[in-house]
């Protein structure tokens, strides 16, 4: 059984994607049958939270068989940029979703979907817009060319209830600086997943890497 997960402050969302680890992995899958021995090298590293971004015709696969197949991990959906991405991703068996901004149409699409959500935002006027609309969790995007750690930290005065997943250029180097911060809830990165780790299926480097990653905080 799974052990309960942490609770989101956002409407309509069951769990908070900031409370699950330090670190959640941006997955592109190429190949769907690479999908569940990668999640479970994430997982057995500490990671559970796994945001598969919908780049590639193989992402939908990729989302079912994770759900399907991987106990243990909260499989999402990056890059969603459409309503019709939401429904898809949700029958996929994505559990939350993340998208790079926001609309008023994706925004509307997303709290419908009623499972928990990161939209992005890379300004103070588009916090304060999604605050009006009862959101409080949020994907900073992109992290490193918005501000950095500088940004957020400017942030965290006038908007103290926002909480963010900085995401974009964030490597082991510098994300224990942004989960030092007392806005951030966790960060967003691929670097536990190395193109040639992945390409020669290595697994047990993968996990290694996750479990450093999952030590940052």
Do not use: H
């Not at 956002?10 to 330090?22: K, Q, R, W």
């Not at 399907?68 to 940029?81: D, I, N, R, S, Y």
């Not at 960060?187 to 993968?206: F, K, Y």
């Amino acid at each position: 059984m799974n052990a309960p997960l942490p609770s989101s402050g956002a409407p309509g969302a069951s769990f908070s994607v900031l409370g699950l680890a330090p670190v959640v992995p941006v997955v592109v899958v190429e190949d769907a049958a690479d999908a569940v021995p990668l999640a479970r090298a994430l997982v057995a590293g500490g990671l559970p939270a796994i945001e598969v971004t919908l780049r590639t015709p193989a992402a939908p696969d990729a989302i079912r068989a994770i759900a399907a197949e991987v106990p243990g991990a909260v499989v999402g959906a990056g890059t969603v940029l459409t309503p019709e991405q939401v429904t898809a991703a949700v029958a996929a068996g994505a559990r939350f979703l993340v998208s790079p901004g926001c609309t008023d149409t994706l925004l509307a699409a997303m709290r419908a979907a009623d499972v928990p959500f990161l939209p992005g935002v890379s300004t103070a006027s588009e916090a304060m817009a999604l605050l009006e609309r009862g959101v409080r969790e949020m994907k900073f995007f992109p992290a490193r060319a918005a501000g950095g750690t500088a940004y957020l930290k400017s942030l965290a005065g006038p908007l103290p209830q926002v909480r963010f997943c900085p995401t974009g250029g964030i490597g082991p180097d510098t994300a224990p600086e942004y989960l030092a911060l007392p806005n951030v809830g966790c960060v967003g990165g691929s670097w536990m997943l190395p193109e040639d780790a992945v390409a020669a299926r290595d697994w047990d480097r993968v996990e290694r890497l996750a479990r450093e990653a999952a030590a940052l905080r």
